[in-house]
T-cell receptor
Framework: AQSVSQHNHHVILSEAASLELGCNYS??????LFWYVQYPGQHLQLLLKYFSGDPLVKGIKGFEAEFIKSKFSFNLRKPSVQWSDTAEYFC?????FGKGTRLHILP | DAEITQSPRHKITETGRQVTLACHQT?????MFWYRQDLGHGLRLIHYSYGVHDTNKGEVSDGYSVSRSNTEDLPLTLESAASSQTSVYFC???????????FGSGTRLTVV
């Protein structure tokens, strides 16, 4: 069965720190991978997606993710976070979502 | 502009009542999905549809049903509401062959 695992449930960082959120998946076929963001009180928005090609994917707001097939991973990164990045982040594979990571950025 | 709308935004209902949550999209997307979001569980798939008259069960489908009579709508029905179904429900849609979703704004359902 498909599954998505997000390692960190809650992350707290200071502004300008670098961010990496882990995502591992279990799926037996060609994968479509996604990261979504949910700002407080809002619905989910697509940050970036990977279907094929360059495994380093760039998304909106300075986020990027790297698909490592051998590790079944699709980690989300941002070199320097801002207070406005405070949100919950969800990794998804096909139609299955991880449990999310709550990110708090301290000003 | 195309959009996906859910109604109502908030609903309180009593245990045992039948409840229907509406989802309407004007993207002309073939794929439509219903998820529930609960603290500590993330988003869990309830039902989904890949086209008119197509419906499929997700991981938490018990107690829920959907029907797809046209491209635009996928209503979610709770046959007999239970307190365990108190949650925030999100509808999403995507193009055929793609899973990059457009989400609705959600319905907060409270079962008392």
């Amino acid at each position: 069965a498909q599954s998505v695992s997000q390692h960190n449930h809650h992350v707290i960082l200071s502004e300008a720190a670098s961010l990496e959120l882990g995502c591992n998946y279990s799926y037996g076929g060609t994968v479509n991978l996604f990261w979504y963001v949910q700002y407080p009180g809002q619905h989910l928005q697509l940050l970036l997606k990977y279907f094929s090609g360059d495994p380093l994917v760039k998304g909106i707001k300075g986020f990027e993710a790297e698909f490592i097939k051998s590790k079944f991973s699709f980690n989300l990164r941002k070199p320097s976070v801002q207070w406005s990045d405070t949100a919950e982040y969800f990794c998804a594979v096909q139609i299955i979502f991880g449990k999310g990571t709550r990110l708090h950025i301290l000003p | 502009d195309a959009e996906i709308t859910q109604s109502p935004r908030h609903k309180i209902t009593e245990t045992g009542r039948q409840v229907t949550l509406a989802c309407h999209q004007t993207w002309n997307h073939n794929n439509m999905f219903w998820y529930r979001q609960d603290l500590g569980h993330g988003l869990r798939l309830i039902h989904y549809s890949y086209g008119v008259h197509d419906t499929n069960k997700g991981e938490v489908s018990d107690g829920y049903s959907v029907s797809r009579s046209n491209t635009e709508d996928l209503p979610l029905t709770l046959e007999s509401a239970a307190s365990s179904q108190t949650s925030v429900y999100f509808c999403a849609s995507s193009e055929q062959g793609s899973y990059g979703y457009t989400f609705g704004s959600g319905t907060r359902l409270t079962v008392v």
